[in-house]
């Protein structure tokens, strides 16, 4: 059974706006920090935002804080990251990842979702 499964993306104009979902199993999202990790077409996978288990820590990449934002519901053990005036920059894979911490480093998330793809047309 998958412990993360992502939701929510799709084919959105430029300025539009998404929001994708995380649903977590109960042991990572109690334990582990969620978060979002994006790869667009032929580039390597970057980190885009994530949330500490408690709520109370949310990071947010530089160049996207202005427009993204990452929350939680913890009725339902989902992550949820909201995006706002998308560009076609912003194009890409969203996975949903778990790590023990606030990592920038993809490869220290260990445990991932199969991943959401997010189209933006100019």
């Known amino acids: 059974q998958a412990e993360l499964v992502e939701s929510g993306g799709g084919l959105v104009q430029a300025v539009g706006s998404l929001t994708l979902s995380c649903a977590a199993s109960?042991?990572?999202?109690?334990?582990?920090?969620i978060g979002w990790i994006r790869q667009a077409p032929g580039k390597e996978r970057e980190f885009v935002a994530t949330?500490?288990?408690?709520?109370?820590?949310?990071v947010v990449r530089e160049y996207v804080n202005a427009r993204f934002s990452i929350y939680r519901d913890n009725a339902k053990n989902t992550v949820f990251l909201h995006m706002n005036n998308l560009q076609p920059e912003d194009t890409g894979v969203y996975y949903c990842?778990?790590?023990?911490?606030?990592?920038?480093?993809?490869?220290?998330?260990?445990?991932w979702g199969k991943g959401t793809q997010v189209t933006v047309s100019p």
């Open positions: 990842a778990a790590s023990g911490g606030y990592y920038g480093d993809p490869k220290q998330y260990y445990y």
């Open positions: 109960a042991r990572l999202f109690n334990n582990l920090y």
């Open positions: 949330l500490s288990e408690d709520g109370g820590r949310a």
